[in-house]
């Protein structure tokens, strides 16, 4: 009795030290291709990926994958935040496989690794919604060779549905064929089932669960959570705010048009500026820790893990 309440009172004040607020706000940043001279949207060169990266690693933020946000094992150390990174479409951009199995080092993968490398502790994961166009691979030979090296390196498959239709005013029937087969598309590859999907373009069907739960071409699937394509930071998963059925994820994009208030740079410097609604980890996967104050927000589930300070 005596050692568990010392050792209740050192978690405390290791969280306190930290500032430990794992009920706050973490980034879900959502990437599409990472290309040279890309036209006007959402897609990102090389430098300005890295260089987003870089800020990531030197502002204490540490990538942790959808599967691991969703399903709150956040295991990273004391003082520093979550950072989700997203990658829809699977376009080679983001992997492109040398003779040798090795990424080339333009792709997203490759700078990624690249950065990870310079910045020890910054965990080189992400999660890549992947649709038909499997990385702009044919053969299913090759199709498996990129979905492999995924899953051995450490990185997060999701779901993006097989054709990327617009899901918005689709039948039940079809919206859960689309997702059915956007999963079969994985399982059939590799022994690996995406726990989460990505909305083409962030549209929810009629009924927003049929995105999370059902059948269809033959495959089921029930997820743990469902992403969006706008426009502000998630909330913790340890929070009554997450909602699986709809998370927000946030453009990356520097502060121009809708992107002034809305998208990555802007979100980053506002985080930054509201330390206090921020994700801050206590090093402990095993406890949720915040300010007391906070307390009446703890979602129910992980009740038993909370370590109020
Ligand atoms: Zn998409």
Redesign the pocket.
Known sequence: MAAAASEKKTETEVAAKAKANELGQIPVIMYHRIIKNPPPGDDRTPEQFRAELERLAKEDYVPITAAEYVTGKIGIPAGKHPVVLTF??SSPSQLTLDGMGNPKPDTAVGILMDVAKKHPGFRPVATFYVIRDLFGMAKPEEQTQVLEWLKDHGFDIGN?TRD?LNLLGKPEKEVEEQIGAGQKLVTSLIKFSPVTLAL?YGNQPHDKKWAMKGSGAGASYDFRGVFLAGYTPAPSPYTKDFDPVGIPRIRSKEKVGDCVKFCSTAWLDWLNANATDRFTSDGNASTVAFPKFKAPFVAAPYATRALPY
Request: aromatic residues 0%; without cysteine.
């Open positions: 829809d479409d993006h990327h083409p």
